[in-house]
């Protein structure tokens, strides 16, 4: 229960206990926010958990990007998730878990690559309770020349959690922060990147497990996750078999790395028994027999329950952002609750059990393109109300916006025992199960395998679980009201348009991001303090004016924002980037130097050199630009300041995600668009052939 009623707004060197702002502060959510003008900045958390003499007792109390899980799984990273004018990085505390030799936990932030955080606006920390209520929020000022930023710590006083506003910037960044509270920083990227291709070639990476039987067709797993990815300590990882020969050199002790560090599962498929391509695997969730939504919905949520429960880290995945502790997880299906004279039967429950104490949260699921009712939603919060339930989560095919619930529910204030309500989509729940079986790795082979079952079932046709595959009713009639020029300013039909646009994004964001293995996000820009509902009105309007759709995504270790315009007056999809071009050399030396490393690029990709100063550059195709690389040289000789690369295809016209459908369109575009143009572009340009002579 909220107490305070108000969000605690704080000052630099304040503190506050927990206890006295809510009741339900045993899990609290810290979220790190910040915007840029480009909407290109960015930052990453970290978390460190110190003892009573202000250090880390272990280098596995530095929580990072490297190492997301600490303090026994109390500490998670859950990473960023937009806002309306920029990005917000979220940390979730099981604070009744973190271990009694840890009295004070500290929040910072860093940047990399030269960047300072005096190029960033609105640094904010904000800490909301376990039902999501918003508690503290304090802005940190005065951090320009800084690459590392304490933004606050949670601290034990007389056996409570109190807060304390920090704000105090490091010069030396991550490295120099962490090593002042005794962390043992290897940040020479470059050796420890050699010495790791070393040990994958030699297999020595993950510990040596029996696999278990691979589906054909699918990614291998590895049997486990880097010691430090994990958390563990070196010395918990078992040795690889001892082997003849030559005694080999003791390998040295890992330490954490500040360099980002991915860890990939090979994507490598073993050869199939198989006598043709008719036999099929056989599947641990199979769905062939599913014929109605009912039976899809009941299948679906006994399936994702049951690998939450089975597999601790996906589980806790899903669940920790709800609020939930770290502990002993347990889920259900079709459970029976009275409710007046007609009981009530949820889809789910999830319960969580740590130090005796238990979270309990009520599930209800659709499939397909079914809305959640209301009255279900109702029923159901009224329900956990009434037996001290934690939550009611709602999973579905839709995408909740930031500001915009999915279903209105009535809060009784009369009630002491507060209940939250969230929202998953199945997008979501693919995206967390690929992070982790594509990128982080999980504990053993067995878990890896269950996930790729539930991938594999949850990407089926027949699932009804592929996330948002509607652009609503008003989708027709308002391609319609832009042919004929009939839209105006303030039709409501072309706010939900731009809604069901934003839900799309963020739904290519979440493929896309699951995929390769990096964090994708889309690009958000408005004017500050604008509320999300004001920009999608102003969003709304230049839908009418302009007959544009316009979004904007960013792509972790890419150059530029993936831009995508759909264009409902011509029914063309252009997807684009700008490409810096810092390089050093003659103009026609960068634009041979970029053409040859698109080499795999098709021969449609349109090219603009981009000039400093007013006017457009010249501009061709990748086709005529092949021969002739001096057709986009600026004649005038303005000087050169990037590039921009851009696809056009047709874009689909329905408003579903059948093979003419608009969506399908868009996922399509951005793919291949990324496959061809940007990986490319981030990829390092061929060498040049010794015989072949410089021009300028």
């Known amino acids: 229960m909220h107490l305070g009623g108000l969000v605690h707004e704080m000052v630099k060197g304040a503190n506050v206990g927990l206890a006295a702002l809510s009741e339900d502060v045993g899990s609290v959510m810290v979220s790190l926010g910040w915007s840029s003008a480009t909407g290109e900045g960015d930052a990453d958390v970290s978390v460190l958990l110190l ?40 940390i979730s505390f099981d604070l009744d878990a973190v271990p009694e030799e840890i009295d004070k936990v500290v929040v910072a932030a860093s940047r990399y690559g030269g960047s300072r955080f005096g190029e960033l606006d609105d640094l904010r920390l904000t800490l909301a309770d376990s039902a999501g209520d918003g508690l503290v929020r304090f802005a940190v000022e005065e951090a320009d020349e800084v690459s590392a930023v304490i ?23 991550l490295a120099g922060l962490a090593t002042d509270y005794g962390v043992d920083i290897d940040d020479d990227a470059a050796e420890e990147d050699a010495r790791e291709q070393g040990e994958q070639e030699q297999g020595q ?61 090979p994507r490598t498929t073993r050869k199939s028994l198989a006598d043709n391509e008719s036999w099929r695997s056989a599947r641990l969730f199979p769905v062939s027999a599913l014929k109605s939504d009912r039976e899809r919905e009941t299948r679906a949520t006994s399936v994702v329950l049951s690998v939450m429960a089975q597999v601790p880290e996906f589980g806790r995945r899903l669940t920790a952002g709800f609020g939930a502790p770290a502990g002993r997880m347990e889920t259900f299906t079709e459970v029976t609750l009275p409710h007046g004279e007609s009981p009530r039967r949820p889809d ?45 989560i709602t999973l579905s ?95 409501a039909r072309a706010l939900e348009v731009i809604e069901n646009w934003e839900r799309l994004v963020r739904q290519v964001c979440l493929r896309l991001g699951g995929e390769l293995g990096q964090k994708v996000l889309p690009v ?47 029914g063309k999809l252009r997807t684009s980037i700008e490409v810096p071009s810092a390089e050093p050399g003659y103009p026609l030396s960068r634009v041979k130097r970029l053409i040859r490393r698109l080499a795999e690029a098709p021969a449609d990709l349109h090219i603009e050199t981009l000039v400093d100063g007013p006017g457009a550059g010249p501009r061709g195709t990748l086709e005529r630009l092949r021969p002739e690389p001096a057709d ?42 990324h496959a061809q143009v940007v990986a490319q572009v981030e990829a390092p340009a061929p060498r040049r052939s010794r015989n072949e002579e410089p021009t300028g």
């Open 151 to 173: 933004f606050g710590e949670l601290y034990r006083r007389s056996g409570e959690w109190k807060f304390r506003a920090v704000g105090q910037g490091y010069a030396s960044g």
């Open 348 to 392: 789910g429950v999830v319960r969580v059990e740590r130090a005796g104490k238990l979270w309990t949260a009520l599930v209800e699921t659709k499939t397909n393109g079914n809305a959640l009712k209301p009255d279900q939603v109702q029923a159901y919060m009224d329900i956990a109300a009434r037996r001290g339930y934690e939550a009611v």
């Open 51 to 90: 003892d009573g003499d202000g250090k880390v007792r272990s280098d596995v109390d530095f929580c990072f990007y490297n190492n997301p899980v600490a303090g026994n799984g109390s500490v998670q990273l859950l990473g960023k998730t937009p806002t309306a004018d920029g990005s917000e990085d979220r």
């Open 205 to 265: 990476e993950y510990a040596e497990e029996a696999p278990l039987p691979e589906p054909a067709g699918q990614p291998t797993a590895p049997a486990r996750v880097p010691a430090q990815a994990t958390g563990a300590r070196p010395d918990d990882v078992p040795a690889a078999p001892a082997q003849d020969g030559p005694a080999a050199p003791a390998k040295p002790a890992r330490r954490p790395r500040t360099a980002k560090k991915k860890v990939t599962l």
């Open 632 to 673: 986009i040289v600026p004649k005038d000789g303005a000087q050169i300041t990037g590039f921009r690369l851009s696809l056009f295809k047709g874009m689909g016209s329905g408003r579903g995600s059948a093979e003419t459908g608009f969506i399908r369109s868009v996922d399509e575009a951005v793919d291949r668009f």
């Open 397 to 491: 095919n839709d995408v909740a916006l930031e500001g915009s619930p999915l279903v209105d529910v009535r809060i009784d204030g009369r009630r002491k025992h507060k209940v939250a309500l969230w929202h998953l989509s199945w997008a979501e729940v693919v995206h967390q199960a690929q992070m982790l079986i594509r990128h982080e790795g999980v504990g053993n082979a067995a878990h890896a395998w269950l996930l790729q079952e539930l991938l594999h079932y949850l990407q089926h046709e027949n699932s009804g679980c592929h996330g948002f595959q509607n652009m609503g009713a008003a989708w027709v009639p308002v391609r319609r009201g832009i042919d004929d020029e009939t839209l105006c300013q303030g039709d």
């Open 524 to 570: 958000q820009r408005a004017r500050r303090g604008s509320d999300p509902g004001a920009r999608r009105a102003e969003l709304a309007d230049h839908l009418c004016e302009q007959g544009r759709l316009n979004a904007e995504i960013r792509i972790e270790g890419t150059p530029g924002v993936l831009a995508i315009t759909a264009d409902l007056r011509t």
